[in-house]
């Protein structure tokens, strides 16, 4: 079992910065991949950003590819994103998740979520 517990969201104009961390609990957390999802209102959730267990290898959403930077400590239990030059449209509750291995092609495939945290830009 993983508990996940995002914070760092918060209100930010538009080409500010901030930083998000996910804290897992348990033992075991050096084995599951790490993804970063989020959700607009009215919309899908949507993958973000995704880390190996290892965190030898990144991957990102196109939109976000070049602002945000996804990064685990292991020791820490502990996974981040950074957003930078932060748009509009990057409005949503953002979700920590993590899944067993492997980096899941689709969000319905992890196994744990946190809360979520807000993620407001303003024009």
């Known amino acids: 079992q993983v508990q996940l517990v995002e914070s760092g969201g918060g209100m930010v104009q538009a080409g500010g910065s901030l930083r998000l961390s996910c804290a897992a609990s348990?033992?075991?957390?050096?084995?599951?991949?790490m993804g970063w999802l989020r959700q607009a209102p009215g919309k899908e959730r949507e993958f973000v950003a995704a880390?190996?267990?290892?965190?030898?290898?990144?991957y990102y959403a196109d939109s976000v590819k070049g602002r945000f930077t996804i990064s685990r400590d292991n020791a820490k239990n502990t996974v981040y994103l950074q957003m930078n030059s932060l748009k509009p449209e990057d409005t949503a509750v953002y979700y920590c998740?993590?899944?067993?291995?492997?980096?899941?092609?689709?969000?319905?495939?992890?196994?744990?979520w946190g809360q979520g945290t807000q993620v407001t830009v303003s024009s």
């Open positions: 998740a993590a899944a067993y291995r492997i980096v899941p092609a689709r969000p319905s495939e992890y196994d744990y």
């Open positions: 348990g033992r075991t957390f050096s084995s599951y991949a």
């Open positions: 880390i190996s267990w290892s965190g030898g290898n990144t």
